[in-house]
């Protein structure tokens, strides 16, 4: 059995505490799964002001995007040509409410993804299919949202979606919940704070592209 190493350290009243390289690596644990909770949290109320729909629990959020419905919407919000309300499979969800998941609801996703690659959003955002349907890689499809919410913005098409991180409050319960989740999902969460620069070097070298002449 591995000797936990220690930290030697001060707590807020001065008093002397040891801390484990374990102990470390929970707080890390949960403060990522808090970050990540304000960013489902930023997203799902992001996505309410958009399409005038109530989400439900920020906890919940994930399961409940996985059949494109509400995507779709969304893709509706900004892009109406693309994705007309008519073409929406179970839009008022009773097919999903009585059996769960069909594949038909994965032309939804794609329906969103069109609505995206419409207005231009640099295709290294988009999540895979399966990253949604199959719930595979749900961080990549919450970090694509806050990503297109940035694009749609600049575009004047969207409104600003609003930085939680400090403000949203969850119970221990949740974050325990969801540094669960995370680590059974074995991938590193995106870096949301970089997508702006990222958006930024997308545009200018789009722009260069198209200064390229002809030979």
């Known amino acids: 059995h591995e000797t936990p190493r220690y930290y030697d350290g001060e707590d807020e009243n001065g008093v002397e505490s040891r801390i484990t390289a374990d102990d470390m690596d929970e707080a890390r644990q949960q403060n990522m799964a808090y970050e990540y909770l304000c960013h489902l949290e930023e997203a799902k109320k992001w996505i309410e002001v958009c399409i005038e729909e109530d989400l439900g629990a920020t906890i919940d959020i994930e399961e409940a ?4 419905v509400t995507l779709a919407k969304l893709g509706h919000y900004f892009a109406p040509e693309v994705v007309p309300v008519r073409k929406i499979y179970d839009p008022d969800l009773v097919k ?3 059996r769960g998941l069909h594949f038909k609801h994965t032309d939804n996703i794609n329906f969103w993804m069109n609505a995206m690659a419409s207005i231009g959003l640099p295709q290294i955002f988009f999540p895979t299919t399966p990253d949604l349907y199959d719930k595979k890689n749900m961080p990549k499809v919450i970090y694509c949202i806050h990503a297109l919410s940035i694009w ?14 400090g403000i949203a409050e969850f119970t221990e319960e949740e974050i325990s919940e969801m540094t ?3 680590d059974q999902y074995g991938i590193s ?24 002449p002809l030979l």
């Open 180 to 182: 669960r989740a995370l």
């Open 65 to 68: 995007l996985r059949n494109g």
């Open 96 to 98: 999903f409410n009585k």
């Open 152 to 165: 749609l913005n600049k575009l004047g098409k969207a409104p600003h979606m609003q930085n939680l991180i």
């Open 189 to 212: 969460i995106p870096a949301f704070n970089k997508i702006g620069g990222i958006l930024k070097k997308e545009k200018s070298t789009d722009c260069d592209s198209a200064l390229i």
